[in-house]
């Protein structure tokens, strides 16, 4: 699982300038995981709240929550309408589906926002103004402007490219995944939060901080066997979980200090991701479940320090 560390630069740009990449290795993973001790309970432990899912895409629910569940926190409390909250609740019986105390949020996946209800609206608004780190995807991308938090946006090519259209840079999705290392830097620094642009070479970079030199890490996964329906789904909660169970030290940090924490937690969030699923593979198909499914196996050798 070991990847050697190197840093390239990106191509000048007229809009941007040169970014330094670095590869995000096992030991770097390794640094976010938070491992219970004596003292921790269930609230201690991290709560992630869920707002995810719709009656068209009732999966995306369950399997960010699966994910989160299978990736180390106290709690999920979960949010959405009637048949995704049957479906979470079938798969996961210990997911609590009433509103409470959390210490990050997962917004968005399984979302369209074009046909988002008033209900769902409440629900994300709560979120959003919750005061709490946030994880947002997909259907919920559009709400990235009112976020004055930490927050992590998490988008694939396409719906990067109309993350940024809406912000006046005209781009479509084949010119993004032409260059993601650029057109990542500038959703960073057009939003003003971290974003994680997904793909087989994941990137992931802090907004440009005037002095300091902008955070910016990729992650290569070893297969492709991951592009599959609801991978990105289950990415979600992975990274949901990693935040939940930090959140206390990122509420420590300055705002530099935090976007470079949320980096290395996003990073590693898209490194037990892709990890999960080469081993959940075994150089074969997988379905997405198949890689929540593999996240503790994962998780417990970056925890434990062992190498292969």
Not at 83 to 96: F, T
Not at 168 to 188: L, N
Not at 292 to 301: D, F, G, S
Request: hydrophobic share 45%; net charge negative; proline share 6%.
């Amino acid at each position: 699982m070991t990847t050697d560390a190197h840093d390239t630069e990106t191509p000048d740009t007229p809009e941007t300038p040169g970014t330094p990449w670095r590869d995000w290795t096992e030991l770097d993973a390794a640094e976010c995981i938070v491992v219970p001790g004596a003292s921790d309970d269930k609230y201690s432990r991290g709560v992630l709240g869920v707002v995810t899912g719709s009656a068209e895409f009732p999966g995306a629910a369950v399997l960010g929550v699966e994910a989160a569940v299978r990736t180390g926190l106290g709690m999920v409390r979960y949010l959405g309408p009637g048949r995704p909250s049957r479906l979470v609740l079938q798969a996961r019986p210990e997911v609590v589906t009433m509103s409470g105390r959390v210490q990050a949020w997962l917004v968005g996946s399984g979302m369209d926002a074009a046909q988002r209800s008033a209900e769902t609206a409440i629900l994300l608004d709560h979120a959003l103004d919750d005061g709490v780190p946030l994880v947002v995807d997909a259907g919920a991308l559009d709400l990235s402007g009112r976020i004055d938090g930490p927050a992590v946006l998490t988008p694939h090519a396409g719906e990067l490219a109309t993350l940024l259209s809406a912000r006046g840079t005209e781009v479509d999705r084949a010119t993004v995944a032409a260059h993601p290392e650029h057109w990542a830097a500038v959703a960073a620094d057009a939003t003003g939060h971290v974003v994680l642009l997904k793909g087989r070479l994941t990137h992931v970079c802090a907004p440009a901080r005037e002095g300091t030199e902008r955070v910016a890490v990729r992650i290569e996964a070893p297969s492709s066997w991951a592009a599959t329906a609801g991978s990105g789904d289950v990415l979600g909660g992975i990274v949901g979980a990693l935040v939940a169970t930090n959140a206390s030290a990122l509420q420590q940090l300055d705002e530099t200090a935090a976007a470079e924490r949320l980096v290395a937690l996003a990073a590693t969030g898209a490194y037990v991701h892709a990890w999960a699923a080469e081993r959940a593979s075994d150089k074969g198909p997988i379905a997405a479940l198949d890689i929540a499914h593999a996240v503790p196996r994962v998780i417990a050798r970056l925890a434990s320090g062992t190498r292969d």
